[in-house]
C-alpha cells in the first residue's frame, strides 16, 4: 500500500536493477521489480530502468555479459508490459559514477513526453493520413472516426469520436496507439485512447445516441492531481 502511495506521488519511477543479479539469474527482474513495472504503466506513469554495477561487467571474461544483460532487459521488459514500447534502459556504475547525467537527461526526456499536448487540428490531420495506411480486414465494416482529440496529459489520453454502429477494435486501438508513438514521438510512456459515438438526430431533432458506445469504453485511471485536466460532459 506504501509503495503505491508513493507510485501515485511521482511522475516518473526510475525502476533500478543489479546487473551482477542479473547475470547469474535466468530472469533480469524480479517479481517485485515487475509488479513495480506494471503499476508505473497501469496508473499512467513514465518509467526509465536503470541496470546498476556495471562496472562489475568489464574485463576480459565479462564483455559477453554485457551484451547478454543489454538484450535480456529490454526484451524481459517487453514481455512484461507488451502495450509500451520503447521504455528507456539505461546503464551506469554508481560506484564510478558513470551513467548518472545520462539518467537524468532521460527522466526529463521521458517527463517531456509524458506532458505532450497535440492539438486537435495537428491530430486529424494526422488521423486522415494514418487510417490510409491502415489495412481493413472488410471496408464496409470499417469504423468511421469524424474526428481525433486530446482530452488531457499526463499520460497522453485521446478520444475517437466515431460515426455507425461500428466500434474500434482492440485492434485498432493498437494501431492507433503504435501510430502515435511513431509520428510524434512518444514511445516508453503509457497512451490511452478512448472513444465515443457521435450522437444522432432522431426526427423530433433532439440527439441520442444509437449505440452504447456513447459512454466512454475506458475510464482515466488518475490520482488528485490530474482531476482537473479533464471535465467528462454528460449527453
Given at each position: 500500500m506504501q509503495s503505491r502511495k508513493s507510485l501515485l506521488r511521482a511522475h516518473i519511477i526510475a525502476l533500478v536493477l543489479d546487473a551482477d543479479e542479473i547475470v547469474n539469474a535466468k530472469r533480469s527482474m524480479k517479481h517485485a521489480e515487475v509488479v513495480i513495472a506494471r503499476r508505473a504503466v497501469e496508473e499512467g506513469r513514465?518509467?526509465?530502468?536503470?541496470?546498476?554495477?556495471?562496472?562489475?561487467l568489464r574485463g576480459k571474461n565479462k564483455s559477453s555479459s554485457y551484451e547478454q544483460i543489454l538484450e535480456a532487459v529490454q526484451q524481459e521488459i517487453q514481455t512484461i508490459i507488451p502495450q509500451v514500447t520503447g521504455i528507456p534502459v539505461v546503464f551506469i556504475s554508481a560506484l564510478e559514477g558513470r551513467g548518472r547525467t545520462t539518467v537524468l537527461h532521460q527522466v526529463i526526456d521521458t517527463y517531456e513526453k509524458w506532458c505532450t499536448r497535440l492539438s486537435t487540428a495537428r491530430l486529424n490531420?494526422?488521423?486522415?493520413?494514418?487510417?490510409?495506411?491502415?489495412?481493413?480486414?472488410?471496408?464496409?465494416a470499417q469504423?468511421?472516426?469524424k474526428y481525433f482529440t486530446q482530452v488531457k496529459a499526463r499520460p497522453p489520453t485521446f478520444v475517437a469520436f466515431v460515426s455507425g454502429k461500428t466500434k474500434l477494435s482492440d485492434t485498432?486501438?493498437?494501431f492507433l496507439t503504435k501510430s502515435l508513438k511513431d509520428d510524434f514521438d512518444l514511445g516508453g510512456i503509457p497512451i490511452r485512447i478512448?472513444?465515443?459515438?457521435i450522437a444522432k438526430k432522431d426526427a423530433g431533432g433532439s440527439s441520442k445516441s444509437s449505440h452504447p458506445i456513447g459512454r466512454v469504453t475506458e475510464r482515466i485511471k488518475s490520482d488528485k492531481r490530474d482531476r482537473g485536466d479533464l471535465v467528462e460532459s454528460k449527453a
Open positions: 513514465g518509467l526509465v530502468v536503470i541496470v546498476n554495477k556495471m562496472d562489475l490531420r494526422w488521423l486522415k493520413k494514418v487510417m490510409s495506411r491502415h489495412s481493413w480486414k472488410d471496408q464496409a469504423p468511421k472516426i485498432d486501438i493498437r478512448m472513444q465515443r459515438a
